[in-house]
Nanobody, 124 residues
Framework: QVQLVGSGGGLVQAGGSLRLSCAAS????????VGWFRQAPGKEREFVAA????????IYADSVKGRFTISRDNAKNTVYLQMNSLKPEDTAVYYC?????????????????WGQGTQVTVSS
């Protein structure tokens, strides 16, 4: 198993930036692909970005493409989500998730382990 702890959320004005971190412990983290998802009140959890086991393949939701960057440092067992040019519609609880096998996927049901979530609030 792998345990995930997300952090880095907070309150920021529109146009600002935040960097989320997802720290992993447990089995060899480099074997896992990692995704970021978010869930706003009253809405379903939605895909944000994902990165494969080695960090050389990434995918993004259209709504964040060009503004968010996902990266990983396997030596530190950590995945990052750099969020720039934030908008009020980015407000949500952000979750990181990991899946065995290393390949990236877009759907929450395809991930095996989840972090506890970190709140991101963007004010207008």
């Amino acid at each position: 198993q792998v345990q995930l702890v997300g952090s880095g959320g907070g309150l920021v004005q529109a146009g600002g930036s935040l960097r989320l971190s997802c720290a992993a412990s447990g089995r060899t983290f480099s074997r896992y692909a990692v995704g970021w998802f978010r869930q706003a009140p009253g809405k379903e959890r939605e895909f944000v970005a994902a990165i494969n086991w080695s960090g050389d393949v990434t995918i993004y939701a259209d709504s964040v493409k060009g503004r968010f960057t996902i990266s990983r440092d396997n030596a530190k067992n950590t995945v990052y989500l750099q969020m720039n040019s934030l908008k009020p519609e980015d407000t949500a609880v952000y979750y990181c998730a990991a899946r065995e096998g290393g390949g990236i996927r877009r759907y929450p049901t395809q991930y095996d382990y989840w972090g506890q979530g970190t709140q991101v609030t963007v004010s207008s």
